[in-house]
């Protein structure tokens, strides 16, 4: 069955003759621009955000997977916190944000005589709330692993057995996505939820959330990571004080991907 995805896949591929991938250094866009630096015929070039609402940890790790690939690596800051749509943070906030970003990934791509630019997105993304996939549609970005029928599970597997490091990586969506709908998304912000982020990272722990509101950080780990978190209570309290927050919270739910989006009642 993945056998076939594959051999769509590269079917697909192999009858264009240049392409652009919006490339975050994720295991989604990792897989397809390694696919396609083997099968398109000619002109590869990877495309990557580098504004304040992504990790440097990931740019960095983009930086260095182009790299190794030998592909040319243009980097564009993207200027979310200019958009008042995204700064409000309302249920659309993605769907502004990505039609920026494909928007400004298009100028840049037709000056490097490209016509198709690609993104990472698979079938499970296509079948939740994504208002991205919306603004790709519009743009006419295309999703090759979608088409290909890729479900993440596969595309992890795929990865891992053509030898690539990131096969494994946690989901690291934008920095923004900590923000409850509703608050507004600042500068400051995203700042602090990515030092907080950077302590519990130091700590050793893989997957994880700091949710940010207002005054208080609210921490996600896996169920498995509770107790782990609270060995280390006093440790992480301090550290975060320090990084502005005056209250620490634990979800003792756990970890949950896309958490913020119960509050749409979708």
């Not at 096969?167 to 709908?181: E, Q």
């Not at 959330?209 to 280390?232: F, Q």
């Amino acid at each position: 069955m993945v056998q076939e995805k594959l051999n769509k896949l590269i079917s697909f591929l192999e009858k264009m003759d240049s392409l652009a991938v919006a490339f975050s250094g994720g295991v989604d866009s990792t897989f397809l621009l390694y696919m396609a630096k083997r099968h398109v015929k000619e002109n590869i070039i990877a495309i990557t955000s580098v504004s304040e609402i992504h990790k440097k940890t990931d740019i960095k790790q983009a930086e260095a997977i182009a790299k190794e690939m030998r592909i040319t690596h243009i980097e564009i800051d993207t200027k979310e916190l200019s958009i008042p749509e995204f700064v409000e943070n309302s249920k659309d906030r993605c769907y502004w944000c990505k039609k920026n970003m494909y928007k400004r990934f298009i100028d840049l791509v037709k000056k490097h005589n490209i016509s198709v630019l690609a993104h990472g997105a698979n079938l499970d993304d296509m079948q939740d709330y994504r208002p991205g996939n919306k603004a790709a549609e519009e743009l006419g970005v295309i999703a090759p692993l979608a088409y290909a029928g890729f479900k993440k599970i596969e595309i992890r597997c795929m990865a891992k057995r053509l030898g690539l490091d990131v096969w494994n990586k946690p989901p690291s969506p934008c920095l923004a996505t900590r923000i409850p709908y509703g608050h507004k998304i600042t500068k400051e912000k995203l700042k602090m939820i990515e030092r907080a982020e950077a302590v519990l990272k130091e700590l050793g722990f893989v997957q994880f959330r700091v949710r940010h509101y207002g005054e208080l950080a609210k921490i996600e780990v896996p169920e498995g990571s509770l107790n782990d978190i609270l060995k280390m209570r006093k440790q992480i309290l301090s550290n975060l004080k320090k990084l502005g927050f005056l209250f620490v919270a634990l979800d003792i739910e756990g970890f949950s991907s896309g958490k913020l989006n119960r509050a749409l009642n979708l």
